[in-house]
């Protein structure tokens, strides 16, 4: 499935590059993880990082989140290089990141982790708009966080993000563990965001979701993005993706 070919990482003809990743490196203690890392996200877009567990996908993103121990190369936000800056510096710039595991807090309800995180910009969404988004969180905000179902955990997740006003959003395997009625809902959730203007950097293993709402693809190969897709090329190819996954 490799195929390493750097002209298909450049910023399209005409498009707003918010984010670009070129020659990622990045570390945990010793372990040397990603190797070259390229990437671009255009105004507007929602893209997808696709690969084999393992292959780098959850440190590419917590490496633009400044989450990362140690990070080479450049990752440029905004047109403002934020490589070594703090997680917080980099989300009051306008990114916001929804990590795998959801980070919902135990010891406060669905309503004290919704209000949690402070407002960035003016742009928001209202809790009204939140809820008609994921209206079974407006029935739970005096339950506690963690006694939510895993779909609703996910949905609390998101809509945590969404208040901040941030509009560049990474989102980490969103519908991971969740049952396909609950993955529906994401994606059309996530369909709707994107409607919304939101630009969205996306890891996802299920394709028949990456599918539904995604323009183009990267694959993610040893801590290196080895081919870029486009969404045509990804349901033509299915097949022979799902088998590179799966080996």
Request: charged fraction near 20%; glycine fraction near 8%; aromatic fraction near 4%.
């Amino acid at each position: 499935m490799t195929k390493t070919a750097s002209v298909v990482f450049q910023s399209q003809p005409n498009a707003k590059a918010l984010l670009e990743v070129k020659n990622l490196n990045a570390w945990y203690g010793e372990s040397h993880i990603l190797h070259g890392v390229d990437l671009v996200l255009n105004e507007g877009e929602l893209v997808v990082l696709i690969g084999k567990n393992g292959a780098g996908k959850t440190t590419t993103l917590r490496s633009i989140m400044g989450i990362a121990p140690r990070a080479t190369g450049s990752i440029t936000l905004f047109s403002n290089q934020v490589l070594g800056k703090t997680p917080d510096a980099i989300a009051r710039m306008g990114l916001a990141y929804c990590p795998e595991e959801r980070a919902i807090f135990s010891s406060l309800t669905v309503e004290e982790n919704l209000l949690l995180p402070p407002t960035i910009a003016p742009n928001g969404m209202t809790l009204d708009e939140i809820f008609q988004l994921f209206p079974n969180l407006r029935e739970r905000l005096s339950t506690q966080g963690t006694k939510l179902s895993g779909g609703e955990q996910q949905m609390l997740a998101i809509a945590r993000i969404l208040r901040t006003g941030s509009r560049l959003l990474l989102l980490d395997e969103p519908t991971e563990g969740l049952a396909p009625v609950i993955v529906d809902q994401i994606a059309n959730t996530i369909a709707l965001l994107k409607r919304k203007g939101f630009t969205i950097l996306l890891v996802e293993q299920n394709l028949s979701f990456a599918t539904k709402v995604m323009d183009r693809v990267y694959l993610v190969e040893q801590g290196r993005t080895v081919r870029m897709m486009d969404r045509d090329e990804v349901v033509s190819k299915r097949g022979e993706l799902e088998a590179w996954l799966s080996v």
